[in-house]
């Protein structure tokens, strides 16, 4: 098959636009944001806008193109198929809605890897989303090693096209389609932002392992002798919040490749949660959220353009974007070695699992499928039962091959690096959501720099029946009752039904890979049973 002709593609876009705002830098983006309306300066003059009405990604409207690369090797039960005809329907009727509008076209790269990079090119009506996508992915001129061998890209951006389910295949007016053999991206009828990024990691989850690269939902920083660290993780579970450390520099804030060389980033930017932000426990991305050319993404502001992090009417899923080089403290070349540390977290709504906990390499492949958080429910007469979720390789709705072909890539990663993983809960303590509290940043930050730095490697720890891991007795800095959750809940007793409750959904979500799996290593109902 030759080669998609990407650059035809973009010049017909780009030529059919009434202007085109070619690779523009960051003042006249946001010049441009204002001018199109809808976007502000806040009083520190980052650029503030809303997204509408969807305030996060919609990944029951996200379709695949199943094709004769595709069909055999997407995981159809964790992505909706799209048929090429209809793709093509759907990209020629976006063309036609562009036509004669103004555009903004961003040539960007990612992949901090020359041998593992895309030359992706961004074309969208919308100049903050412009802002946005130049801000997250690689510029030219960052000073990473650019590769003239770079996979196209181009991603075909529509937020006010409205899709038509029975035209184009999918399954409401909003869609967020990808063609993987050709790598072209079409996004309609949504305004969040973060569905550019994503598809962009979309497209490099499927093609990576081809290459010998593990794709990761993770971010990803530097110790002190340069020993890489990953930290796992679903949304709002602390990668972005953890990983800013002015110790440790920052690799990179959300997707990494996992090569024979060692960890690379897949963006140029960092997408963060602002909720409840606060200069003094994340101070780096507080100051990000002070500069002109950062997008705050739904951030109410007051009356004197003053953000309000913690009111959430519009969305808890408040977000800043920003380049990466604005960060007090980044590794050179948005690269680092082979991983010394993996880092599992998760924010257990049911305050069962320990704040930290050491994984054998099998126990972290069996996190690493679980893919486990829990959320809050919604506070429905007073009703706050904690709701599990379970998200393969800690981001199914981004990763389109069947799970376990990134479990058996990350346990020969584990071998040959001997890296540890650890399994670290930022959630609750001392009780479910209701009874029991969120522990506190400072706290986790202690244990993660104990498991970093090699401090709990003569600790005792001990056995856990349930879950199998080890758990340490002492963590110098932390109070020694949290450690042991059941210890921390009035009633051990209720500990005890509601760690059973737990280990049965983790054995359940199991079920779904299949004997290939090893389930051996998870949580045993051995308390239930006794
Ligand atoms: P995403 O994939 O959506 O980017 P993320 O894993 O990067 O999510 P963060 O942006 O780090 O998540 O969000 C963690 C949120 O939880 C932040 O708002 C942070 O302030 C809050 N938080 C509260 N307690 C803790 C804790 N103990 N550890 C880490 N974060 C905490
Ligand atoms: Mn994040």
């Not at 990473?144 to 529509?158: G, L, Q």
């Not at 998760?346 to 679980?370: K, N």
Request: charged share 20%.
């Amino acid at each position: 098959m030759p080669a998609f002709d990407h650059q035809g593609l973009r010049a017909k876009i780009a030529g059919a636009a009434v202007s085109l705002s070619d690779n523009a830098i960051a003042p006249a983006l946001v010049a441009a944001a204002i001018g199109q309306g809808g976007a502000t300066l806040t009083a520190h003059g980052a650029l503030s806008v809303e997204t509408g009405a969807f305030t996060g990604r919609s990944p029951k409207d996200k379709f695949i193109v199943r094709d004769g690369l595709t069909a055999d090797r997407v995981w159809w039960d964790n992505s909706g198929a799209m048929a090429p005809a209809q793709f093509d329907v759907l990209l020629n009727d976006i063309e036609r809605h562009l036509a004669g509008q103004a555009l903004f076209r961003q040539d960007l790269l990612a992949g901090a890897d020359p041998d593992n990079q895309y030359d992706v090119t961004v074309l969208t009506p919308s100049a903050w989303h412009a802002l946005f996508i130049r801000n997250l992915l690689i510029r030219r001129d960052d000073g990473i090693a650019i590769s003239d061998r770079a996979m196209p890209v181009t991603i075909v951006h529509a937020p006010l096209f409205q899709a038509d389910p029975a035209r184009h295949g999918c399954r409401s007016e909003t869609v967020i389609a990808l063609d993987m053999s050709r790598n072209l991206v079409v996004i309609a009828g949504t305004r969040y932002a973060g569905e550019i990024k994503k598809s962009v990691f979309s497209l490099f989850n499927f093609h990576a392992p081809d290459q010998d690269v593990l794709p990761m939902h993770c971010s990803a920083n530097l110790g002190p002798e340069g020993e890489a660290a990953l930290f796992f993780g679903l949304s709002g579970t602390g990668k972005t919040t953890l990983s800013n450390d002015p110790n440790r520099p920052l690799i990179g804030d959300d997707e990494h490749g996992w090569s024979a060389k060692g960890v690379f980033n897949l963006e140029g930017g960092c997408y963060a949660k602002t909720v409840n932000l606060s200069a003094k426990a994340e101070p780096e991305i507080h100051a990000a959220t002070r500069r002109f050319g950062t997008v705050l993404e739904n951030v109410v502001l007051d009356a004197g353009n003053v953000p309000m992090f913690e009111d959430v009417s519009l969305t808890e899923n408040t977000r800043a974007a920003y380049p990466i080089h604005v960060l007090p403290s980044i590794a050179k070349g948005s690269v680092g070695g082979t991983p010394k540390t993996v880092v599992f977290l998760t924010a257990d709504a049911f305050g069962v699992l320990p704040p930290l906990a050491r994984l054998s390499p099998d126990q972290a492949v069996y996190h690493f499928l679980s893919g486990y958080t829990a959320k809050v429910a919604g506070t429905e007469r007073g009703v706050t039962e904690p709701q599990a979720t379970f998200s393969a390789c800690f981001g199914a709705p981004f990763m389109p091959l069947h799970p376990t072909v990134y479990g058996a890539m990350l346990a020969q990663r584990l071998e040959q690096s001997g890296a540890q993983a650890w399994l670290l809960n930022t959630g609750w303590i001392g009780g479910a959501y209701g009874t029991g509290k969120r522990i506190d940043i400072a706290s986790t930050r202690r244990l993660l720099s104990a498991a970093l730095d090699g401090e709990l490697d003569g600790v005792d720890m001990r056995f856990d029946p349930l879950f199998g891991f080890e758990v340490p007795m002492s963590v110098p800095g932390v109070d020694e009752r949290l450690l042991d959750p059941r210890q921390c809940w009035a009633d051990g007793d209720a500990y005890d039904v509601q760690a059973t409750k737990l280990v049965a959904l983790f054995r359940k979500n199991f079920e779904k890979f299949g004997p290939e799996a090893n389930a051996d290593a998870g949580p045993k109902l051995q308390m239930a049973a006794e």
